[in-house]
């Protein structure tokens, strides 16, 4: 409670009867494998896209048939990896689809640059260069929004913001908000220090779900130091035997971080100064000036573009990026026979320079190739894991002598970091998209052993995941009625409250209070029609509900078997209009002007529209006339209404059996004694048998010849008495 304007506000916030709905992901990519990130969220009728890429090797789309293109409402991509967002020109070709779609300042200039550079070189994806244009790619980046980190937006009632990631350059993670339910995405990210990013930030605020990325599964990450090591030790001694270096990196991404450690080892050890390390990527040349305006103050100066001498023998390496770093322009004029370290994209070996120099050097035993980022099944790379004798380029095989190093500076989650980002958000449910099969699976199985309370769940691509939202709604009484209900409560009461005195709270639970209802997210307001003109300037209007109900007989005969099933909460009174029955001081019936039938009226609420509901149907099925039968009939009536609960009970020889699954209960009329084996069965059907009775007892035994209207009526009398 908080005073606000000279008045009390009690939040109640109940958790019992809090409101459930449903929020669906579906993966379009990225469901329990790695590439063409792709996924929808839908709740309350909006629809926002996470990424939107191709899968790596393959170009294969995401599955948008399953998705209907108008729904979409906002589209936010997480960073410029084509697998998190290469898919994007296809996207603007789907009919229907007219959303806006969001990324930051770094991934819209990078992602132009990598799209450009897939349309000029094609990456040995002739799919790729058959469907998308330079059109279609200014199209893309005439559409693409700009979004900064922390920036708040709203786009059709989706409002949301974006946190660093630490994976690459301008990586984001997306919070989405859809009427008050939060939704975090994180794309690739990584909690890790490194040299040139900041760790992934963790949101102050509380998470509905969390989209997160399993691309590691349940492994476990070397320690940063030891990695670093390793890596160093390994280009050294491949040196050393006389052999060449050569690093399938990423463009932009992981390869700025490489690019670092070799620096720095190469400015420690002068035995190393004389072999050139050479980056051979144009794409990460034009990203240069992206790289050095969002790495580190304490690194930015370490790069400085030196373009090569025109003058100068292609592939010669005369242009620089640092002191150690040598830009090789052209792979086709380069000295490959030399003593080198060569950094080269992709990273996957798929294509491009680096299958260029990994089909010159695979032979040679001296050489290394040092695999230092994720890589997906099916392409050179992944299989090089395996260290096979023999290796297929371009149709031809080759006997493999190179050696296979693999080392992992993928700026990838592991365990440990899934376990502690986790652990920090405290999110009531987590989905796991963008790992392989088995890793996906092993590692829903080990955090929901740490989180019992939180659902886990990975669904496939295509396949709708529903995931219960429960929310609490702040209920706040305002003015008048927050005067009424202060006035009943001690001073010690409210200080047991503010201590969250479970005793004290339910006292002010019980309270009757009526009021109008206003509702603002998840606000609750109530307040008297005049105290909600004055303080929310809004008139108050009252719905009232008017029923004409088939009846028979006189409104005498109505009152009379309404006051029976009701006990005294009904009275026949009259006024200018005529006689009319009140029914619990909220609900009239009265004579219609229509023949055989009465008008029912009542001001539209929860509890009296339930009231109405019954009572309209118990009035519509009773008779002109009653009689009132004997015990046997009863018997029967009893046994009606029971086959309403159960429909597979039967009556032989004076004696009810109801079947419940595979248990049985049964029934002597005569007593209406109950026998069960289970005990439960039997509580129940004791409490059903009761209730039927006095249900039947009620209607002073009114005699139908028509058992179904019996059992009709007697069943709205029995929900009368539960409700």
Same mark, same amino acid.
């Given at each position: ?108 200039? *990078?992602?132009? @640059?990598?799209? !450009? ?5 094609? +990456?040995? $994806? /002739?799919?790729?260069?058959? =469907? ?74 509380? *998470?509905?779900? @969390?989209?997160? !990325? ?5 492994? +476990?990450? $070397? /320690?940063?130091?030891?990695? =670093? ?495």
């Amino acid at each position: 409670q908080r005073r606000v304007h000279g008045d009390w506000i009690f939040n109640i916030r109940s958790m019992d009867s809090a409101l459930q709905d449903f929020l669906v992901v579906r993966p379009l990519g990225a469901g329990c494998e790695v590439g063409r990130s792709c996924i929808l969220a839908k709740y309350k009728g909006k629809t926002v896209m996470f990424d939107c890429g191709i899968h790596p090797g393959k170009h294969q789309e995401p599955f948008f048939d399953a998705a209907d293109m108008k729904e979409i409402d906002v589209v936010l991509i997480t960073h410029f990896h084509l697998d998190h967002c290469g898919a994007i020109p296809y996207l603007f070709k789907k009919n229907g689809f007219r959303a806006k779609v969001y990324m930051t300042h770094a991934t819209k200039t *990078i992602f132009r @640059l990598m799209l !450009e550079d897939s349309l000029k070189f094609g +990456r040995g $994806e /002739k799919h790729f260069e058959k =469907e998308v244009t330079e059109k279609d790619i200014a199209r893309a980046m005439a559409e693409i929004k700009i979004i900064d980190f922390h920036q708040e937006f709203e786009e059709k009632g989706i409002k949301f913001t974006c946190y660093k990631a630490g994976h690459v350059i301008g990586a984001a993670r997306f919070l989405g908000v859809i009427d008050g339910v939060e939704i975090l995405y994180t794309g690739d990210y990584s909690r890790e220090e490194d040299r040139h990013l900041t760790p992934a930030e963790i949101p102050n605020t509380s *998470i509905d779900v @969390l989209i997160v !990325e399993s691309t590691y599964g349940t492994n +476990r990450h $070397e /320690k940063r130091g030891v990695r =670093e090591a390793k890596f160093c030790d390994s280009v050294k001694n491949i040196i050393q035997r006389g052999g060449k270096v050569l690093l399938p990196v990423f463009a932009v991404g992981r390869a700025q971080e490489i690019l670092l450690i070799l620096d720095e080892y190469w400015d420690k050890n002068n035995e190393l100064k004389s072999i050139p390390i050479y980056y051979a990527s144009s794409l990460a040349l034009k990203c240069m000036s992206v790289f050095r305006s969002n790495v580190r103050q304490q690194y930015r100066e370490k790069f400085k573009v030196v373009e090569p001498d025109s003058r100068s023998r292609p592939g010669s390496g005369t242009g620089s990026i640092s002191k150690y770093i040598k830009i090789l322009d052209n792979i086709d004029y380069f000295d490959a026979d030399a003593v080198s370290v060569v950094m080269a994209s992709p990273g996957m070996l798929q294509s491009g320079n680096s299958l260029k120099l990994f089909e010159k050097w695979c032979c040679d035993e001296r050489s290394g190739v040092i695999i230092t980022g994720y890589c997906v099944e099916n392409t050179i790379a992944k299989n090089l894991s395996l260290e096979p004798a023999k290796i297929r380029i371009n149709d031809k095989e080759y006997d493999r002598k190179i050696q296979v190093i693999q080392i992992a500076f993928s700026a990838h989650a592991d365990f440990e970091q899934t376990v502690d980002y986790i652990d920090k958000l405290k999110p009531k449910n987590v989905v796991l998209v963008h790992g392989g099969e088995i890793p996906i699976k092993n590692l829903q199985i080990e955090l929901k052993k740490k989180f019992p309370r939180i659902d886990v769940d990975a669904p496939q691509n295509g396949k709708d995941l529903f995931i219960k939202i429960k929310r609490s709604l702040n209920l706040s009484l305002m003015g008048e009625l927050s005067s009424k209900v202060r006035e009943q409560i001690t001073e010690e009461e409210v200080g047991r409250m503010e201590a969250e005195d479970e005793p004290a709270a339910k006292r002010v639970m019980e309270m009757e209070v009526e009021g109008t209802l206003l509702r603002s997210n998840n606000e609750l307001m109530l307040s008297t029609s005049e105290d909600t003109k004055k303080i929310f300037e809004r008139d108050a209007s009252v719905i009232v509900q008017r029923l004409h109900i088939p009846f028979k007989g006189t409104l005498e005969t109505a009152y009379y078997f309404v006051q029976k099933v009701l006990e005294g909460e009904v009275e026949f009174l009259s006024n200018s209009n005529g006689p009319f029955i009140l029914v619990q001081k909220c609900l009239a019936i009265s004579p219609s002007s229509f023949n055989k039938m009465v008008l029912m009226e009542w001001s539209s609420g929860v509890k009296t529209d339930v009231l109405a509901d019954l009572l309209a149907y118990f009035l519509s099925t009773l008779p002109e006339h009653a009689d009132f039968a004997d015990e046997k009939k009863r018997v029967e009536q009893v046994y009606d209404l029971i086959r309403f609960n159960f429909p597979n009970s039967k009556m032989d020889d004076g004696v009810i059996t109801l079947i419940s699954g595979e248990d049985a209960a049964y029934i002597d009329p005569t007593n209406w004694d109950v026998q069960a084996s289970d005990e439960a069965l039997a509580a129940s059907v004791l409490e059903l048998v009761q209730s039927a009775a006095a249900s039947i007892d009620d209607l002073s035994l009114i005699h139908i010849s028509e058992p179904t209207r019996q059992a009709e009526i007697s069943y709205a009398v029995f929900c009368l008495k539960k409700k």
